[in-house]
Structure formats: C-alpha cells, structure tokens
T-cell receptor, first 109, second 115 residues
C-alpha cells in the first residue's frame, strides 16, 4: 500500500528553527511536494523535490533522500504567521498526489 | 493572474436540494481537480479533468457530478447529499496532469454543510 508519515503536531518558539520530517512508501515516485495550510484556508505550495538534496527558498528549505524515502521541511527564523499545518505529498507513478495527514505547527512567543 | 476562484464560499443545503459548486482559473492550466477535505485530514482527490476530459474518478458516489464546460471552468453538481458529505471542497489546477512536476494551485474552497 501507499503510506506517508509525518508527525501530527510540533511546537516551536518564535525566532527558532524547526524541522518537519516526512517518510513515504509509494508505488513509484515523481516528486515530493510540501504545502502549507492555515486553518480554514486552501493549501499553498511551498516546495518541490524530485532529486536528492536540499532546495532552499528564503526561510524555507526542503530536503529529499529517495533511497531512504525521506524528506524534511526546515523553517528558519520562525514567525507567528508560520503557525499552520504542513502537508507532505508524493506524486506516484500515476502522477497522482498521495497526501500525508499533515503536521500542525504551533509557534509560541 | 495566479488565482483559482471558487463560489460560493459557504453553502448550507438540505439532503433533497440540488446545488452546484463553481471553480474558475485563468492561468491557461489544462488540468483541474476536485478535492474533499474533512477537518484535520489531508485533501482527498475526487476528480481530475485533463484537457476538459474526465481522466480520474476516485470512486466518488454519483450524487457528486463534475462538469468541465471549458478549459477555465469546473463545476461540481450536488444532489441528494448526506450529512457526512459536509466538508471543505477544494478546486485546484495545474499546467498539465500526468506529465511530471506541475504545482497544483488551490482555490479558497467551499465550506459545505449538509443538514
């Protein structure tokens, strides 16, 4: 079966760094996406990785290891507005997105 | 214009009503999607349209009927829904479907409540 695991909830302090992990087992791999979703709003695209390594985009970075079926999203200089759910999604061999359940990130002052 | 719009934002309907959800994008995207999302759960794919043709139907009950009148519009017709169908319905679009990386842009969603 297809499976994506990520922690249910994480808490971090404003100004700090947090790493949200995602492990996956899917039928085929055509890339991994990270989306941010604030409560009651639509998901917004953060990053895409298809090759191993680190992709950096401002305060957010995403890492992929295909051999380990593992990715992480790194958020630096946390701001209160970063409080949201972070969804990991893998595009499988049929080019369909398989979604993780999301990690709720709580930022404390 | 990098926006997907959805109407209405909120909808309350009875189990005998017929209503429609609308989605529009003007990014020239050729793939459009309907997702259903329950609270604290990830989006669940319902339908995919590619070049105005239905390419994926994830075993969705027939009380949900999608329609793609043209490349910019996507509708979801609702009839005889059940209370458990209450959820956030998200529309998304991407440049292509089934050809590798194409970021999906999501609309703000329609919050549906079935009484």
């Amino acid at each position: 079966g297809q499976n994506i695991d990520q922690p249910t909830e994480m808490t971090a302090t404003e100004g700090a760094i947090v790493q949200i992990n995602c492990t996956y087992q899917t039928s085929g791999f055509n890339g991994l996406f990270w989306y941010q979703q604030h409560a009651g709003e639509a998901p917004t695209f953060l990053s895409y990785n298809v090759l191993d390594g680190l992709e950096e985009k401002g305060r957010f970075s995403s890492f992929l290891s295909r051999s380990k079926g593992y990715s992480y999203l790194l958020l630096k200089e946390l701001q209160m507005k970063d409080s949201a759910s972070y969804l990991c999604a893998v595009m499988d061999s049929n080019y369909q997105l398989i979604w993780g359940a999301g990690t709720k990130l709580i930022i404390k002052p | 214009d990098t926006e997907v719009t959805q109407t209405p934002k909120h909808l309350v309907m009875g189990m005998t009503n017929k209503k429609s959800l609308k989605c529009e994008q003007h990014m020239g995207h050729r793939a459009m999607y309907w997702y259903k999302q329950k609270a604290k759960k990830p989006p669940e794919l319902m339908f995919v349209y590619s070049y105005e043709k239905l390419s994926i139907n994830e075993s969705v009950p027939s009380r949900f009927s999608p329609e793609c009148p043209n490349s910019s519009l996507l509708n979801l017709h609702l009839h005889a829904l059940q209370p458990e169908d209450s959820a956030l319905y998200l529309c998304a679009s991407s440049q292509e479907a089934g050809t590798g990386f194409h970021e999906q842009f999501f609309g703000p969603g329609t919050r549906l409540t079935v009484l």
